[in-house]
């Protein structure tokens, strides 16, 4: 029986990640085809936030400049051009009700699977809204590259300003990953997930998502910054920082061990339960 056993959960988790593959395929365009990395300036930046608030209250409204908008059936999708792809990222909307939730994979290539696990908890139906980054963090000289959590006028900036505002009380999630083996302190190095939210002084919001997170996903260990771990605080991350300038308290940035992010990728019970944390409290 356990040879059997264990050959139906080989069989399960190579077929949960097909279906994850063929869909991050779908939603992810190559990081390799960026023409370079543009920031915008402050009076475009405030031109994409008006746009994204009205694409997220309106069906008719129109993108951002710079993005092209698909619609589908429920989905609607804001990519460059591919003879246009300067990193300003691709956002996706769901138009059926949903928890007020963005999920935003900022580093997706250079965080592995952080891509993969916002386009599967997207598809699972999760959250009203997701967004990855269209250029590489680190560049090549083939393939210019930057980093959106660095720049306070970046599309995603923009982006989750306008989810703020037209969600006053729902939570923007980043999914982030390190290297345990790379911290410098022993808190860093033990724990699974960190969650922050850039600031010295987190809210209970943040508190209760940890909680949450903890009693789910145990024996994972979930440590929160800066109680319980100084590293990995999000400090200088502008889109907190944005959020926290406009009175916004549902901002979370979680830090995730690449065995975590392998493990929510393959496995739905688990990414089910991550996800219920999420949404847990929105309004």
Same mark, same amino acid.
């Given at each position: 029986?356990?040879?059997?056993?264990?050959?139906?959960?080989?069989?399960?988790?190579?077929?949960?990640?097909?279906?994850?593959?063929?869909?991050?395929?779908?939603?992810?365009?190559?990081?390799?085809?960026?023409?370079?990395?543009?920031?915008?300036?402050?009076?475009?930046?405030?031109?994409?936030?008006?746009?994204?608030?009205?694409?997220?209250?309106?069906?008719?409204?129109?993108?951002?400049?710079?993005?092209?908008?698909?619609?589908?059936?429920?989905?609607?999708?804001?990519?460059?051009?591919?003879?246009?792809?300067?990193?300003?990222?691709?956002?996706?909307?769901?138009?059926?009700?949903?928890?007020?939730?963005?999920?935003?994979?900022?580093?997706?290539?250079?965080?592995?699977?952080?891509?993969?696990?916002? /386009?599967? =908890?997207?598809?699972?139906?999760?959250? @009203?809204? *997701?967004?990855?980054?269209? !250029?590489? #963090? &680190?560049?090549?000289?083939?393939?210019?590259?930057?980093?959106?959590?660095?720049?306070?006028?970046?599309?995603?900036?923009?982006?989750?300003?306008?989810?703020?505002?037209?969600?006053?009380?729902?939570?923007?999630?980043?999914?982030?990953?390190?290297?345990?083996?790379?911290?410098?302190?022993?808190?860093?190095?033990?724990?699974?997930?960190?969650?922050?939210?850039?600031?010295?002084?987190?809210?209970?919001?943040?508190?209760?998502?940890?909680?949450?997170?903890?009693?789910?996903?145990?024996?994972?260990?979930?440590?929160?910054?800066?109680?319980?771990?100084?590293?990995?605080?999000?400090?200088?991350?502008?889109?907190?920082?944005?959020?926290?300038?406009?009175?916004?308290?549902?901002? /979370?940035? =979680?830090?995730?061990?690449?065995?975590? @992010?392998? *493990?929510?990728?393959?496995? !739905?019970? #688990? &990414?089910?339960?991550?996800?219920?944390?999420?949404?847990?409290?929105?309004?």
């Amino acid at each position: 029986m356990k040879p059997a056993s264990r050959a139906a959960r080989i069989v399960l988790v190579i077929g949960t990640m097909s279906i994850v593959a063929i869909l991050a395929s779908r939603l992810l365009s190559p990081l390799d085809r960026a023409r370079g990395f543009l920031v915008p300036s402050a009076r475009e930046a405030g031109q994409a936030r008006e746009a994204f608030a009205a694409i997220l209250t309106d069906a008719a409204a129109a993108p951002p400049a710079g993005l092209r908008l698909t619609q589908g059936e429920d989905i609607r999708v804001l990519a460059e051009a591919a003879e246009d792809c300067r990193g300003r990222g691709t956002y996706l909307v769901r138009d059926s009700a949903a928890a007020p939730l963005a999920i935003l994979a900022p580093h997706r290539g250079s965080d592995l699977d952080t891509g993969t696990l916002a /386009a599967a =908890l997207f598809d699972d139906g999760i959250g @009203r809204a *997701a967004a990855w980054n269209s !250029a590489p #963090r &680190r560049g090549k000289d083939t393939c210019p590259g930057g980093d959106p959590t660095r720049h306070a006028t970046h599309h995603l900036t923009a982006f989750s300003l306008a989810f703020a505002q037209t969600h006053p009380q729902g939570r923007i999630v980043q999914l982030h990953g390190f290297d345990g083996r790379k911290r410098d302190s022993r808190a860093a190095r033990l724990a699974d997930i960190i969650v922050s939210e850039g600031s010295e002084t987190p809210g209970e919001r943040l508190y209760d998502l940890a909680d949450c997170l903890s009693r789910s996903l145990h024996p994972w260990r979930v440590a929160v910054y800066p109680g319980d771990v100084r590293e990995l605080g999000a400090l200088r991350n502008r889109q907190g920082r944005a959020l926290r300038e406009i009175g916004f308290a549902g901002f /979370a940035h =979680l830090e995730m061990a690449r065995p975590v @992010r392998r *493990a929510l990728v393959e496995d !739905a019970d #688990r &990414r089910r339960r991550f996800a219920r944390c999420l949404e847990t409290g929105l309004a």
